[in-house]
């Protein structure tokens, strides 16, 4: 009697443990009370349900065949047995354990609903429908969720937010309508209400993965990525065996510079399931960033194999800068390009590819037609507003006057720490990136994003309509010191090294100085330019993941050039000396001397081991990633020239700019 009364305790305690969330330790009290009590049905079936969801899917079963000996009229083992079976694609088999589930009760609307999809898996449409039907009897919410989800799934997203809306009306906890209405609202950009719904799931049903995988993306979505790592981590510990989880830690780990961690995570992906594309091709992006370029290849190939339409891979690859596709290559990518049902970004990428591989070989003329036909087909894709752009700058240079600069100096944040390398991007901001961070004083992040996600939060939760910029006229002292903080906060997530300065390398941080000067008032501020005409076309050459989207039209390349151009003349009328100006052409061809400017600015000694930057191992995430492991090079200086018939639009654009850059236009001739 002590013996049952002991066990049904033990039984309670690990579904409470369950319930809240701690299902690590609910499977370890299971384990330890079988090694006394190994015939203990209950025991020995909660053990292989709590596998069943961690996706144990064979040590499940193992243990949920024990539990049908041990009490052959317990129909929830035969469910969860069913469940696993379903799970591992044995659908005959799922077939007569769920089948025997709702023989011994009938009341089991979970058991009907696997049943319905086993039945479906092998062709039995009407015996399916039958059972999804008796599923929904015994619960009609269920039915409006389903009916919900077909809502979703043909984009009547409407009519289905009204159903899952009815659902949490009748139970504000329900985990599945707060969760699909959490993905509605993720959909439509509303990140925030997505946030707060996959948060009132996850408190509903703490060890729901799906939710918290979800609450992960949404806080990724809004740069908070320690919080979107901690999400991502905690699926992967509920569920060890979710594929999911682990791809999404490698997708944040990588960006956020943590390399290692982001190539194991990729690598137990690939454990689960080898041939996973996204995977292999983020397995490819990591070692690529730690130089190991011969182990990105080969991961790089294997995509290949597995994935021969993705288009991506084969831009990765030619993306290397180094690396050159071979004419079976090109052979490939232009049979892909031909077919039909190619998605447009795969189509993109291989547009992309082969206009580098044509470029390889110095067929300039095939090149371009790739170039034209890869960037028409992405600025259909992109959503970029030139207008729209030059009205924001409008309303930060109307905010940052000199006087309001002047006033407000030197409140902010006292730290030195961080250096801002920014401009218009592929002008050699990561070859000053890494001069710099082969300095035993400097740790090069990443290309951070917590300076917007600064400005974000001065918009945020407002009801007055006043944002940013002029919701910076309100701030003092206090306010401007908090910032700063927050932002340091921010980045201190990817400073491993420990050194007492480090870089943010945004390009697109130029708009921002001004913020930049007030709540970071010693921070470095350096500008990497380069002669326009070569770094225009080199972004109309370059194919990014996202987040420039003026990079794909050259008449919008040129004029957001000389926005660029215009924000950063003012900068310097109205903060003389606070930014350090440094032509590409300048470090290529008087290298020496424009690292000693650089490290003087940044108020660093001398290093020789900044001449040797090509030596320094450490990860560089940016297109130029191989570039910058060679020592320095003058082949890029005016490369413009081999496209030179084809430029006439954005020259007639850069006109007004050229005349600045005219003692740059014979060198390397």
């Known amino acids: 009697m002590h013996r049952a009364a002991t066990l049904r305790a033990t039984f309670s305690e690990a579904i409470d443990l369950i319930n809240s969330g701690k299902a690590n330790l609910a499977e370890d009290l299971c384990r330890d009370t079988l090694e006394q009590h190994p015939d203990d049905a209950n025991i020995t079936a909660l053990l292989g349900a709590i596998l069943v969801k961690k996706r144990q899917l064979k040590d499940a079963e193992t243990l949920l065949r024990k539990a049908i000996e041990l009490a052959p009229s317990f129909a ?8 696993a079976l379903l799970q591992m694609r044995r659908p005959e088999e799922a077939i007569e354990a ?7 009760d009938p009341s089991l609307e979970l058991a009907f609903l696997d049943l319905g999809k086993a039945l479906a898996m092998t062709g039995k449409p009407e015996e399916a429908d039958a059972a999804f039907e008796r599923s929904f009897d015994l619960n009609p919410v269920r039915k409006k969720l389903a009916l919900a989800a077909e809502h979703q799934q043909h984009g009547r997203y409407a009519e289905a937010a009204k159903l899952y809306r009815e659902v949490l009306q009748a139970n504000p906890r329900n985990v599945d309508a707060l969760r699909m209405l959490g993905i509605l609202a993720f959909g439509e950009g509303n990140v925030d209400e997505a946030e707060r719904l996959f948060r009132r799931a996850v408190a509903a049903a703490p060890d729901f993965v799906n939710a918290i995988i979800d609450l992960g993306m949404a806080l990724k979505e809004q740069s908070r990525i320690e919080e979107a790592i901690e999400c991502f981590r905690q699926a992967a510990r509920l569920e060890p065996r979710n594929v999911k989880a682990h791809f999404q830690l490698g997708q944040i780990l990588a960006p956020a510079a943590l ?3 982001a190539i194991e995570a990729y690598q137990r992906v690939l454990e689960l399931r080898p041939r996973h594309g996204g995977a292999l091709l983020g397995l490819g992006h990591a070692l690529k960033t730690m130089g190991q370029q011969e182990q990105a290849i080969a991961s790089y190939r294997k995509c290949i194999e597995a994935k021969p339409d993705r288009g991506e891979v084969y831009w990765s690859l030619a993306n290397l800068k180094t690396y050159k596709l071979s004419d079976d290559d090109i052979r490939e990518m232009q049979t892909q390009v031909a077919k039909d049902g190619l998605s447009d970004e795969s189509h993109v990428n291989f547009l992309f590819a082969l206009a580098k591989a044509y470029e390889d070989r110095g067929d300039f003329d095939t090149a371009w037609e790739y170039y034209v036909a890869g960037n028409a087909k992405r600025r259909m894709l992109e959503h ?4 729209g752009l030059e009205t924001r700058d409008d309303a930060v240079l109307k905010v940052f006057t000199k006087e309001f600069l002047q006033a407000n100096t030197g409140l902010g944040n006292a730290d ?8 218009l991007p592929r002008s050699g901001s990561t070859l000053l990136e890494q001069i710099l961070a082969s300095h035993s004083m400097v740790e090069g992040t990443s290309e951070l994003p917590y300076i917007k996600r600064v400005e974000h939060s001065l918009s945020k939760n407002r009801v007055d309509g006043v944002n940013y910029p002029e919701a910076v006229r309100e701030l003092g002292e206090a306010h401007f010191k908090s910032l700063g903080q927050d932002y340091l906060d921010a980045a201190a997530l990817h400073r491993v090294n420990g050194t007492p300065r480090f870089i943010d390398k945004m390009p697109n941080n130029f708009p921002s100085i001004g913020l930049i000067h007030l709540i970071l008032p010693n921070a470095k501020i350096i500008d990497a330019r380069r002669y326009p005409l070569d770094s225009c076309l080199s972004n109309f050459r370059q194919l990014y993941g996202r987040g420039q989207p003026f990079t794909y039209d050259l008449t919008d390349i ?8 215009r924000m950063m003349d003012y900068w310097h009328e109205v903060l003389p000396g606070r930014v350090l100006t440094v032509q590409y052409e300048d470090v290529v061809t008087d290298f020496e001397n424009q690292v000693h400017r650089l490290l003087d600015y940044c108020e660093l000694p001398w290093e020789d081991a900044c001449l040797r930057y090509h030596e320094t191992d450490r990860p560089v995430r940016t297109a130029s990633s191989e570039q910058v492991r060679q020592p320095v090079y003058t082949r890029s200086v005016h490369f413009w020239r081999n496209h030179e018939k084809n430029l006439g639009e954005l020259i007639e654009v850069l006109r007004p700019a050229l005349p600045r850059y005219q003692q740059y236009e014979y060198i390397n001739q």
Do not use: C, S
Not at 76 to 83: A, F, I, S, V, Y
Not at 558 to 565: D, I, K, S, V
């Open 98 to 104: 769920l089948q025997n589930a709702t023989r011994l």
């Open 384 to 387: 970029y507003d030139p207008v």
């Open 76 to 83: 929830k083992p035969h469910e969860d047995l069913g469940h």
């Open 558 to 565: 040129g004029e957001y050039f000389l926005e660029y151009q």
């Open 259 to 261: 390399n290692n961690e």
């Open 416 to 423: 030195p720490a961080p250096i801002f390398i920014l401009g």
